[in-house]
């Protein structure tokens, strides 16, 4: 028997870095394509049990499906046409709000030329970086998983026939794998999908809740555009991390334009923070959480490469995607520490205290670090 040659460390750690970046530049390079095609694959998931339902009840496959897609377009229309008729109002006033606020920005570049000796031009520069980022993000997700054809064509295609091949994939992935694999290959399939049924139930009834929140607080702050505010502040929200300090500055900015004074803006600052910490302790725990858990770092760190990848279509998919991933590492014996390190769960200590322990005598910069942990 030929015995298994032992590559160095240096030489597989460059071979998966390598590998890694070619996986980037290609999901970057076909995102266009990849992304409907991942949105198709959580929304067949997410309408699968309903599926199922209908068709225990004696409705024929394609007809239970056409059913649970319908459902689905008409909530996705409602919702758009809600929003779209809130932003006609909010456009009527577009040019007032304009003006209000670049009298409140002009007060504001001259305070930091003042005091923070940043010149105008270096202002000016640094808006337009950030003005091309947010329009670069924007174009890439506009180009990919929310083009015209890419969502309203394609996903409704896409999601029917996943749910109507659903069986032969199944089949496929038993098949690909040894048959002394079949337990783990259904335990993962099992998992994966509890976990993103129970994250994108649960992060929908969260918005829900929140939408309410935001515009009962806006609404008591007096903030013009409430309910419109709160619906895009709840939307922002399903963005972990990031996207609730975004539905913050929304709300303070109109706050700050239309009213005078600092009252509201504080008083918004003051609610949304409120919700903040009834979201982060009560709701998603209640409503969010399930079996897979993301370490804070991790969910940071993956939401900002999948905003880089596909914009804010993979901000959207990173999460589920990494839940996933942490579902695998957990079943395969090798990558268990890797679904380790993505998990929340903290141990009490670390191994290698084991080892220092072990030692009979220890050294007089051990003795400087022991003593500085008392």
């Known amino acids: 028997m030929t015995p298994i040659r032992q590559y160095p460390f240096y030489f597989k750690g460059t071979v998966i870095l390598f590998g890694l970046v070619l996986i980037c530049y290609a999901l970057n390079s076909l995102s266009g394509i990849l992304a409907p095609i991942a949105f198709s694959f959580v929304i067949a998931i997410l309408l699968n049990p309903l599926v199922n339902k ?54 504001i570049q001259e305070w930091a030329a003042a005091n923070l000796k940043i010149s105008l031009a270096k202002q000016q520069r640094m808006i337009n970086d950030a003005a091309s980022g947010s329009q670069a993000l924007i174009g890439k997700t506009l180009g990919s998983a929310f083009g015209v054809l890419g969502f309203f064509v394609l996903v409704p295609i896409y999601v029917f026939l996943l749910l109507f091949y659903k069986t032969l994939m199944i089949n496929f992935l ?51 555009y409430a309910i419109l505010l709160g619906v895009i502040g709840a939307l922002l929200n399903m963005l972990p991390y990031i996207g609730g300090l975004v539905a913050i500055a929304l709300p303070v900015l109109i706050a700050a334009v ?7 803006p504080i008083a918004v600052v003051a609610s949304y923070t409120l919700i903040q910490f009834i979201d982060n302790n009560f709701l998603v725990p209640l409503l969010v959480s399930s079996r897979v858990k993301i370490n804070a770092f991790f969910s940071i760190v993956i939401v900002l490469l999948g905003g880089a990848l596909w914009g804010i279509a993979g901000m959207f998919l990173s999460i589920p995607f990494l839940a996933i991933l942490k579902i695998i590492f957990d079943r395969l014996p090798e990558m268990k520490p890797w679904g380790k390190l993505l998990g929340d769960e903290i141990p009490t200590r670390h191994k290698g205290e084991v080892w220092l322990r072990r030692r009979k005598k220890a050294s007089a910069g051990e003795k400087v670090v022991e003593d500085s942990k008392l």
């Open 54 to 107: 209908l068709q225990q009840k004696k409705v024929k496959k394609v007809l239970a499906i056409s059913i649970a897609l319908t459902i689905t377009i008409v909530c996705v229309a409602g919702i758009l046409y809600f929003i779209s008729s809130q932003l006609i109002n909010f456009g009527d006033n577009l040019p007032e709000l304009k003006v209000k606020f670049n009298e409140h920005f002009k007060v």
């Open 174 to 224: 038993h098949e690909a794998f040894a048959e002394k694999n079949t337990d783990q290959v259904s335990a993962v399939l099992g998992q994966t999908k509890s976990a993103i049924q129970n994250y994108m139930v649960g992060l929908l009834l969260e918005a829900l809740v929140v939408a309410i929140l935001n515009s009962v607080a806006l609404f008591i702050c007096g903030v013009q």
């Open 258 to 264: 239309t009213k005078d004074g600092f009252t509201t």
